[in-house]
């Protein structure tokens, strides 16, 4: 609970208890002005009214930051202002009966408990006035707040989106990888002409594929798994026996993926490790839980590769646009994963 949050414009308590000192005493001058009777009552007024003041403002303001928490208005503008209303008039109503039956106990032991529960009730609608204008402030001002965060945050995750993708794109169409394909494919051409030629077709569909992700946000599991097929065979080709693919991607129509990010964490593991034929790196490729799960075993660089800047916290932040569900991570001494969620179409 942010209780913090009720007295930050305040320096100490001291000030706090001064400023409820004066908003009891205006508060009382205007409703209750036999308060001033005497001292006793003066002090039995305040008490009384500084304990109400202090259960409704932290206490409301308690019910908004655990609804922050548990129903963020991400999650559904309607439902969370519904939420604020419901709460706060329940929780106003219920310790405003509990401060009251407590001071009329205290200081009003000789009134009986039918007079207790009348006088509460007629000043428990004062208090639930007060209480749902609060709500309705705090609900409107929270709403207009959230919209604007939402849009803001919407906006910057475009932004990201359309950087990754450029930044995807561009990775597949830099010199080195034209230069590595090329190189594979002048070799193959002298060598094999059927897998030269069957080279060349899976190069042109990674390419075809390439230029229409950069059109979308997501995109169909299997045409995903299309594109990987024909990407991790350039790389077989280029490295044969040196890396090996154990892939299972068993797909249903109405699963999605964010474009590319299956082979982002491929060309990662590829990137990041070396391999050999007497050590192969091996790549998995699975489901798990209605994830993603890409794994390697690892065998560090003797020397570092030049990054892209297509880091896994880029990746990350794409599919915060889309779910709840979070790109996770593990590493030990000897594997490596990343795991996406997989997003269901509508």
């Not at 009382?28 to 006793?40: G, I, K, Q, S």
């Not at 982002?264 to 490729?285: G, M, Y």
Request: aromatic share 14%; glycine share 2%.
């Amino acid at each position: 609970m942010k209780f913090i949050s009720v007295i930050k414009p305040f320096k100490n308590i001291w000030q706090v208890i001064i400023a409820m000192t004066l908003l009891d005493f205006i508060f009382l001058h205007y409703l209750f002005p036999d308060a001033y009777d005497n001292v006793r009552s003066f002090i039995v007024a305040n008490i009384w009214g500084t304990s109400i003041w202090v259960t409704q403002s932290l206490g409301n303001s308690s019910v908004f930051h655990f609804l922050d928490d548990k129903l963020p208005w991400r999650k559904g503008l309607l439902k969370r202002a519904i939420a604020n209303i419901i709460g706060i008039g329940l929780y106003s109503t219920i310790a405003f009966l509990i401060v009251q039956v407590i001071m009329y106990s205290l200081f009003l032991p000789h009134v009986n408990w039918a007079q207790i529960w009348e006088q509460s009730l007629e000043a428990t609608k004062i208090t639930l006035t007060i209480s749902f204008s609060i709500s309705f402030i705090l609900t409107f001002v929270g709403f207009g707040k959230n919209m604007i965060a939402m849009e803001v945050e919407k906006e910057r995750l475009q932004t990201e989106m359309i950087r990754y993708k450029y930044e995807s794109l561009k990775s597949h169409i830099n010199p080195h990888f034209l230069f590595n394909s090329f190189n594979v494919l002048t070799e193959l051409v002298y060598e094999d002409q059927k897998l030269a030629e069957k080279f060349i077709r899976q190069l042109s569909e990674l390419y075809r594929y390439v230029l229409h992700a950069k059109d979308v946000e997501l995109i169909s599991l299997e045409k995903e798994f299309q594109f990987i097929e024909s990407f991790t065979f350039l790389l077989k080709t280029r490295f044969e026996n040196r890396v090996q693919f154990e892939i299972d991607l068993p797909y249903s129509d109405n699963e999605m993926v964010i474009p590319m990010s299956i082979q982002l964490l491929i060309e990662n593991c590829i990137k990041h490790n070396q391999a050999t034929s007497h050590s192969p790196l091996v790549v998995k490729v699975s489901i798990q839980d209605h994830f993603v799960v890409v794994e390697n075993n690892k065998q560090a660089m003797l020397t570092s590769i030049e990054s892209f800047k297509i880091g896994l916290s880029n990746l990350k932040e794409q599919y915060a646009y889309f779910t709840d569900h979070q790109v996770a991570f593990f590493e030990s001494d000897k594997i490596f994963r990343v795991s996406i969620p997989i997003i269901l179409s509508k």
